[in-house]
Structure formats: C-alpha cells, structure tokens
C-alpha cells in the first residue's frame, strides 16, 4: 500500500478574519459593557432611569426654558411672582448672569479703569502660557519676568496712585479679579515659604525642626475661616496703635500662611521619598547646605510630589472662596450679594447665579488637574518603581 | 591615621576660623532664629496688650460667665438667651461634632459606593461616578452649601403648600418635617436589647476566630450578628408591646405642627459636606483597591475563593491599608469645612463664637477657644485613626 504523504506546510498566510459577528457592533458593546451579568443589567437598568428622570429636566430647566436677556427680575418670574412667565415655569435665568457679567468680573472697579485689569490679565496670560508650554525656549527669563517682574507692574497697575493713574481702593475690587489676585499672590508666596518650612522641618538643628512642626502643626489643625478671622481680627491688633492695614492684604496673609502650612507637608514627602545615598553624595562632593539643596535635593524632591503641588494650588484656589465670609466680595461672594439686589430677585436666580460660578471655577480647576497630569507623563524619567 | 591628624590639625589650625564647624553653626544658626522668634512674639504680645488697654477690653476669660443674650436657633442641649457666653459656645461645639458625624458617615458610605462604581465593568456606572467626582472635587464646598440653601432649599414651596413625601413627612422651605418617635414606658428595654446584642456579637466574632484558627471550622458570623443586634430590640419591643407611638406632623394654614423639623440650614450644610467630601472618599477607595497587586485577585481565585470571599478577605483588607490614612485626613476636612455654616447661619463653634466676638470684642480669647478645640478634635480623631490603622497594618515578623 501507498503511503500517502501526509505532511502538509502552508506556503502564505491565512487571510484575515473579521472577529465572531457576536464579538462585534454594538450588540457586542452594550453585552460586554452594560449587561454582562444579571446584577450588571439591573444596575444599567437604574442608572438609564436615573438619566431618564434627571437628565431632560435639567436640559430643559438650563436651556430649553431659560430665559437669555431681559432688563429685569420680570423675565424670570412666573405671573404669581409678579413676572411674565406662565405659572409653573421654571428656567435658569441667564439675563442675570448677562446683565452682571461686568460685576462678576471686576466688582466694584471703576468703569474707566477697567482697561488696567483687563491690561493686566492680558499681561497674565501672555506670560503665563510660554511658561507653560515645555517646548517654548527661555525659561528661566519667563519665569523671572512672572514672578518678579509682572507682579510689581500688576501692583502698579491694579492699585495705581502713581504713573498718572488714579488710585482704586481695594474694597472697590471684587469678582473674579479677587478670586484671582488671591490665588496669584497666595501661590507665589506659599511655594518659596512652603519650601523653606519643609527644609526646616527636615533640618538637623532641632530648635528649626520644633518651630516648623509647631506651625505647621497649629495651621493645619484648624479650619480657614478661623485663621481667616485670626487675619482680619487680630492682625491690627498685633501691630502697633495707629498701623492700619488693607482688607485686602489681611485676607492674602491668612490665605499665604494656611496655603504655606500645606505645600510644607506636600514638599516634605517629596524629601523624604529621596534615598539617602544623593544627600551623602552631594556631602562627599563637598557642596554646601544651599548648593546640595538647590542642585541635587530639591529638583528631585519638587518633580516627585508635581500632582499633590497642583491639588494643593487647587484646594487654594477653591478656598479663596472663603474670603466671603470676612467680607470681601470674591467671585462667589459677589454673585452671593446680587442675590438681594431687589431688580433681579427672582426664585431662579440664585440657582443659576450659583450654576454660573461653579462652571468658572471648575474650569479653572479642571484645567489645573488636566496640567498636572500632563507634566507628570512628561517628567516621568522611568525611575519610579 | 593619617587622614585623622589632617582632620585634628585642620581645626586647629589659624587660618580656619571656628565658625567653619558645622556644629557650633548650628548652635549660631538655632540661637539666631530662636531670638528673632521670641522677640518676634514679644513684639506682638506687647502691641497687642497695648491695643485691648486702648480699646478698653479687659482681657481673660471671664467673659465666659456673662449673659450671652442672643438665641440659637438649634441646639442639643438646654440653652436660653439668659444662658452664659460658654454655654453658648458649648452648644455651638455639640453642633460641630453633630454635623461632622453624620456627614463623615454619609460621606464615607457615598464615597465608597462612587469609589467602587468608578471600578465597575458597567460602562454607565461608571462614567457617571466619573462625572460626579469630577463635578464635585473642582468647586468650593462653599459654592456646594450656597447651592444647596439658596438655589434648592430656599425655593422650595412654602409651609401651606408642603410637598408630602411617604412616611407622613413634608417638604418646604422650613426643611423637612418627619414624624418623631415618642417613646412610652420600658422603652429603656429596647436600647438594653440593642446594646446586649452588640455586647453578644463581638464575643461570638471572637469566639468564632479564635475557633476558626484552632480548628479551621466556619461560624457564620454575619449572620448572628445581624439576627442578635436586630432581633433582641425586637424581641424587647415585642415583650413590652411596642411602647412607641409617632408623632406625625400635622399641616396648619401657617406652619407644620408636632413632628421633628430638620432645619434647612443643617440640611444644606449637611447635604453639601456629605457630597463634596464623598468626591474625594471615592477617588481614594478608588486608589485603594487599585493599589491591591493583580496577583493578589488571581492567587486568591487559584485557591478557589468566589469574587464576594476574595474581595471581603483579600482585596479589602490590604486596601484599607492604603485607604485609612488620606481618608483621615479627609474626615479631618469635613469637620474643618463644617466652619462654613457661618456664611448660612448653621450656629456651629465658629458661627457662635463669631457672634460672641461681635458682641464683647474678645477677639483674642475667642480665636484661641477656636483653635484649641479645633487642634483637639484633629489630635482626637487622627489619635483613633493611628490606632486603627496600627491595627490593620500589615505585621511583619
């Protein structure tokens, strides 16, 4: 009998098969992500309802019945509330938003020098996005101009009394202008501080060590309304009779001084996360405290703990917030005010004066996270374990 | 030998002056910043003696025992206008800690459920937790309390025209009104009942463990548990036939009678601190289980533990240690955030000791009250939570 060869090697590739029709559209897609299992399409089941029963009221009471321009509290209240609107209409009331958006913005600031704060922002921004951008050249010159430079023209420019600019008093500040000069100045002041108090708190001279944990310590204990309140009340107590002090700089020192507190115990992580063998090398190499430090220690240190600076700097920039309750008039505070002003009071307009500033801020917030992550993919050497 | 006499002869040496030691700079350095600090505070205590002498504010905490002279308008204790400035402040602190514990319960159960649903394989669940924590971690708590009083609380319909909900409660813009519970005699039973069946629960979870690691036998702990810590209530509340009637709200023209009303202030202080630190629990939980090695699921599923067995004595053990530490600091967070009730008129410690320091001028005392209370309600809670974390940590031979 024959002995057939039976060996068998295919000469080219098998074509390319389309994968399983159940593995594929988007019948596939709602089976593997929404009902993979009874308990998973129960859950999907409730969160559809709960869409359902959420999602086109909301649509409709923020767009399709909001009111967009009007000169008054009449186009936002119903018949009953002494209104044009039918009775049992509800709707955000963007005219609002619309007619004190200047408010929101500046505050109280002058109509005529609005152009300095504006002046100001654009000086802001033009600085602040090269420095962001990592393939833009001239760092260090960038960061020189932000952090010394521009705030000293800022000052000149917002405060005025001199260069032929009339002087604006800061309780005429107010809005997103606040909200941001806090933030700005309450950054810039912490991070140097915070830095110092970390190296201080990981110092070798106990006497440094034990004044740092006990700031630290005390200003983390206690809530920022009350270290507010140390700011606004105690502080002209503290100087000498006669020693007047800005609203304004009293609720910068409280914020600077809680913010500092907690960049601190962020920074000190970092420190801490450096092996011991770079502070003995940077000794072996006979650096000085500050040399070792600035060329060894803290580059490292700084890159390592980027994400919990960021949520610090955003935790900051939610609890400008707070000033409010001193009494000054940041974003949220002037929105909060213009609830009682008697042309605008309507049952609508708190709620959507509230929806506009959480929008604000959340941009502000969400884009500083964005960052943050950004720079931690792009710091990332591959060292981490 | 001879890399000592280097180092012996470079101090003595002239030309090296002794401020080259490291120690003795040190010492400089300590002693330097030691006077500037002190001068420091003396400079300030002394303008501020100056100041209070000049302002005619007699300084101490004897104004603790004055007529405070002003209404709260919710408070756990007993406490009148003609009550003392420390009651005052009293009432205000048992305010704080009422409002913290709650919202640190609700907050953490919120956050754990999101925590897990940002995990789930259900594409929906989870982009809505993924929605909620990013809504909620990016604006202020206080914009969170504003919305919730202003823009829901306020506008809700008045007292003749309340929404009712189930259960005999209502709705309107006083807060809610549910139905209280009137306890009638031997109802001191029902609570005995209660904490016997706690009592019972943790020996038979002892027991239980104790037999489970001498002989390798399963008692259902859970189970017992849950049988002695409802059913001994129960059984009480049969024996002396359920000595409690509700006391249902009743709809006057005006205003709702009888029933417990929930202050709108509470609620919207209560409500915005839950959800806002909820945000932050779930991102940890979140971290927490992500934290757990793969190998660790997988290992335990080897061994042929069903996913409920593997996460309750696997996974959720070695997260929590990852979770106990932030979610303290988180807990801290919302007591500290609860001082926001000042700008809605909840009357906690700082709302009431903001009201005392308007009216006597003691601002040096007040402030000082506020952190020490503050620093111990910290050093308290982070003290409990060392000393559970201590318990979970992992032990290492």
Same mark, same amino acid.
């Given at each position: ?6 060996s ?8 390319? #098969?389309?994968?399983?029709r159940?593995?594929r ?8 992500n929404?009902f ?44 009953? #509330? ?9 709707g955000a ?15 109280r ?14 000086l ?5 996005v ?20 521009f ?18 008093e ?5 809005g997103?202008l606040?909200?941001l ?13 915070g ?9 070798n ?33 503290f100087?000498p009779p ?14 600077a ?15 801490q996360a450096?092996?011991?063998g ?25 890159k ?9 700097f ?11 309750i001193?009494g000054?008039f ?6 909060r ?17 509230l929806?506009?500033?959480g929008f604000?801020?959340?941009?502000f ?21 | 030998?001879a ?12 030309g090296?002056?002794?401020?080259y ?11 330097v ?18 100041n ?5 504010i ?10 405070a002279?002003f ?23 048992l ?13 953490s ?9 940002r995990?789930?394989?259900n594409?929906l ?6 929605v909620?924590v ?12 504003f919305?919730?009083y202003f823009?829901v ?8 025209e309340?929404?009712?909900l ?18 009638g005699?031997n109802?001191g ?7 016997v ?16 690691m ?7 702990v ?7 810590i409802l059913g001994?209530?129960?059984l ?7 000595p ?20 709108p ?8 601190l ?11 939980v979140?971290a ?6 793969k ?41 500290k ?8 008129g ?30 111990s ?21």
């Amino acid at each position: 009998m024959a002995n057939p060869d039976l060996s068998f090697v295919r000469a080219e590739m098998a074509g390319v #098969q389309p994968p399983p029709r159940s593995e594929r559209g988007l019948g596939s897609w709602l089976r593997t992500n929404l009902f993979a299992t009874p308990v998973d399409a129960a859950l999907s089941a409730l969160a559809i309802l709960f869409l359902a029963w959420f999602l086109p009221p909301a649509i409709n009471w923020l767009f399709v019945n909001a009111v967009w321009t009007g000169p008054d509290r009449t186009v936002c209240s119903t018949v009953a #509330q002494g209104g044009i609107q039918p009775d049992g209409w509800s709707g955000a009331c963007w005219a609002f938003v619309n007619a004190k958006f200047q408010q929101f913005l500046y505050g109280r600031y002058p109509f005529g020098e609005r152009w300095r704060v504006d002046l100001t922002a654009v000086l802001f921004v033009a600085l602040l996005v090269p420095l962001l951008i990592p393939r833009v050249p001239h760092k260090r010159l960038n960061a020189l101009l932000f952090f010394v430079a521009f705030p000293v023209v800022a000052f000149f420019l917002l405060v005025g009394g001199s260069f032929n600019l009339s002087f604006v008093e800061t309780p005429l500040w107010g809005g997103l202008l606040v909200t941001l000069v806090l933030s700005f100045v309450g950054i810039a002041v912490s991070l140097p501080l915070g830095i110092l108090l970390a190296l201080g708190r990981r110092s070798n001279l106990p006497v440094i060590r034990l004044l740092s944990i006990i700031f630290i310590e005390t200003i983390r204990g206690v809530p920022l309304v009350t270290v507010l309140f140390m700011a606004s009340v105690m502080l002209p107590l503290f100087l000498p009779p006669g020693v007047t002090f800005d609203k304004l700089l009293r609720a910068l020192i409280g914020v600077a001084l809680f913010e500092t507190a907690y960049l601190a115990e962020v920074i000190r992580g970092g420190l801490q996360a450096i092996p011991k063998g770079q502070f003995e090398g940077a000794d072996s190499l006979g650096l000085s405290y500050w040399q070792k430090m600035r060329l060894i220690i803290l580059p490292q240190a700084l890159k390592l703990v980027i994400p919990g600076i960021v949520n610090s700097f955003i935790s900051l920039f939610k609890d400008t917030s707070l000033v409010y309750i001193i009494g000054m008039f940041d974003l949220l505070g002037i929105v909060r005010q213009n609830f009682s002003d008697a042309t605008w009071a309507s049952p609508q307009t708190p709620a959507t004066g509230l929806i506009f500033a959480g929008f604000v801020f959340w941009i502000f917030c969400f884009s500083m996270s964005r960052y943050s992550i950004f720079m931690e993919n792009r710091l990332d050497t591959g060292h981490k374990r | 030998m001879a890399s000592q006499d280097i180092a012996g002869s470079g101090r003595e040496s002239p030309g090296v002056s002794f401020l080259y030691d490291p120690k003795i700079r040190g010492i400089l350095y300590q002693a330097v910043a030691f006077i500037a600090i002190i001068s420091l505070i003396y400079w300030i205590a002394n303008n501020t003696v100056t100041n209070l002498q000049r302002a005619n504010i007699a300084s101490g905490f004897g104004f603790l025992k004055g007529r405070a002279g002003f209404d709260i308008s919710q408070s756990l204790v007993q406490y009148t206008s003609d009550s003392t400035y420390g009651r005052a402040l009293y009432v205000g602190f048992l305010n704080t800690l009422y409002v913290a514990a709650i919202g640190v319960v609700t907050a953490s159960i919120v956050g754990f459920l999101v925590g897990i649903g940002r995990l789930s394989h259900n594409w929906l669940i989870r982009k809505i937790c993924l929605v909620y924590v990013e809504i909620f971690r990016n604006i202020p708590p206080l914009l969170v309390i504003f919305f919730w009083y202003f823009g829901v609380l306020s506008v809700l319909p008045q007292a003749r025209e309340s929404l009712s909900l189930p259960f005999g409660s209502y709705l309107n813009n006083r807060g809610i009104f549910l139905p209280s519970i009137i306890w009638g005699d031997n109802a001191g039973l029902i609570g005995i009942g209660f904490v016997v069946g706690l009592v019972l629960s943790f020996f038979v979870a002892r027991w239980a463990r104790k037999r489970q690691m001498a002989t390798g036998q399963i008692f259902p702990v859970y189970r017992t548990a849950a049988a002695l810590i409802l059913g001994l209530p129960l059984l009480a509340a049969i024996l002396t036939g359920f000595p409690a009637t509700l006391d249902y709200p009743k709809l006057g023209t005006f205003n709702l009678s009888g029933g417990m009303q929930v202050k709108p202030e509470f609620l919207a202080l209560y409500l915005a601190l839950s959800f806002y630190t909820a945000a932050f629990i779930a991102e940890i939980v979140r971290a927490g289980i992500l934290g757990v090695s793969k190998g660790q699921t997988e290992a335990s599923h080897a061994l042929g533990l069903r996913p409920g067995p593997t996460m309750r004595l696997v996974v959720i053990p070695q997260a929590l240690r990852i979770i106990i530490p932030p979610l303290t600091n988180q807990f801290l967070n919302l007591t500290k955030n609860s001082s926001l009730a000042i700008a809605i008129g909840y009357p906690d410690l700082v709302a009431v000791g903001g009201t005392i320091l308007n009216q006597t001028g003691q601002s040096v005392e007040v402030v000082a009250i506020w952190m020490a209370i503050y620093l111990s309600l910290s050093l308290v809670t982070s003290g409990f939570m060392n000393w559970f974390n201590a318990k979970m940590a992992l032990v290492e031979r």
